[in-house]
């Protein structure tokens, strides 16, 4: 009797040391929404493990303790142990783009039939942060450089902010709109100086 | 003469803030469940939908708390129950190259997914936790952290 309360005692020990080993501290590298699998790096005073496939995990002891050689988890494991984060994460933001006329802060015809989706996508997401960041890059001239940048960096503006304008008369939360602007810093596509470039005459509007 | 101080304001704030955000937010709560609460300079404030994430807010989630939140450079940030974590530092200005993401998980369950942050500098991202530091390459991870 006293041998097999022995040896329950053992395994309870054993068990405990396996909680402690393992247990305590994980990470899990999982692709990211588009797929791709990069690499996460666990550093701390003891040693470093790289993870770079997707599933792979490695248990840390503690700070001073090398993190442990990577595992590969199954899936159902990993949705066990992370159930409540993972029902709670929140939507990748989604960006939209909108192209405009030349000089101008009117919206070029085929952007101007997407605004209803874009609203649709606010109003569905129930979106409480959007940025609005107007680029432009458009003018032809005969100016030097810098007049184009002053030019362009104002007309930036206006562009943001007649979306901003838009987006509040359809009832979005002027408090939750972000504006920024950056003129002709932040070009889609590179062009030479004074080239007129539909591409790059552009709103962003991230909807988070 | 009013126009050249026009151009040069607007050059000045377009390179320094937002035109509109009246104090810089690093992000808001995007999704939450249970009782989350955001401790910021020692006052501790019940975190809802919506509510705006600032540099150094520590976000706390109760046992039945659980909340998800995206940053500025759409960086998302999910927290489990009983966890804590701390928006250290955040710097986001991409027209000057300025780039920084510096966040410790302090204990419980997280999901992490990078944003340009991560892709476009993603030395530039720092994530601590007791059981050591956490360098990223564009990725999603998860961690549970045991706290001590």
Redesign the interface.
């Known amino acids: 009797m006293t041998f097999y309360k022995l040896c329950i005692v053992g395994l309870l020990g054993m068990f405990l040391m396996i909680g402690c080993s393992t247990g ?10 588009d797929g ?10 003891g040693g ?1 493990q790289t ?1 770079s496939q997707a599933g792979q995990a490695v248990y ?4 001073t303790t090398a ?1 442990a050689a990577p595992v590969s988890l199954e899936k159902a494991e ?1 949705e066990k ?10 939507q ?2 989604q960006t939209y783009i909108l192209y405009f006329k030349r000089n101008s802060t009117e919206l070029s015809e085929i952007s101007r039939k997407r605004i209803p989706e874009i609203l649709n996508t606010i109003r569905t997401r ?1 979106s ?2 959007l ?1 609005v960041i107007g680029y432009t890059l458009s003018v032809i001239g005969h100016t030097d450089s810098t007049g184009d940048k ?1 030019f362009n ?2 007309l930036s ?1 206006q562009r ?1 902010l007649a979306i901003r304008d838009l987006l509040i008369a359809e009832g979005v939360d ?1 408090e ?8 002709e ?2 070009p889609l596509i590179q062009t030479k100086n004074d080239t007129p470039e539909l591409l790059n005459r552009r709103v962003e509007i ?1 909807i ?1 | 003469m009013r126009k050249g101080i026009f151009i040069i304001f607007l050059i000045f704030i377009s390179q320094t803030m937002p035109v509109f955000a009246e104090d810089s937010f690093v992000g808001s709560v995007k999704t939450l469940k249970g009782s989350v609460s955001i401790v910021r300079q020692n006052e501790v404030i019940p975190a809802k939908i919506g509510s705006k994430i600032f540099q150094h807010d520590v976000l706390q989630t109760g046992h039945d708390g659980s909340a998800g939140i995206i940053l500025r450079d759409n960086t998302v940030f999910s927290l489990g129950p009983e966890s804590e974590f701390v928006m250290e530092e955040f710097q986001f200005a991409p027209a000057e190259g300025k780039f920084s993401l510096f966040a410790r998980m302090a204990k419980g369950t997280f999901s992490y997914f990078s944003g340009l942050i991560g892709k476009r500098a993603p030395d530039s991202v720092h994530i601590e936790t007791p059981m050591g530091t956490i360098g990223i390459r564009g990725t999603k991870f998860l961690a549970k952290v045991s706290g001590d």
Do not use: W
Request: proline share 11%.
């Open positions: 305590k501290n994980v990470v899990v590298l999982l692709p990211d929404p791709n699998v990069g690499e996460i790096t666990i550093d701390n005073e470093s993870l840390v002891k503690d700070s993190p990993i142990m992370f159930r409540e984060v993972l029902a709670i994460e929140p990748p933001p129930n409480y942060d940025s002053q960096l104002e503006l943001a002027p939750y709109i972000e504006t920024t602007f950056h003129g810093a932040m991230i988070r």
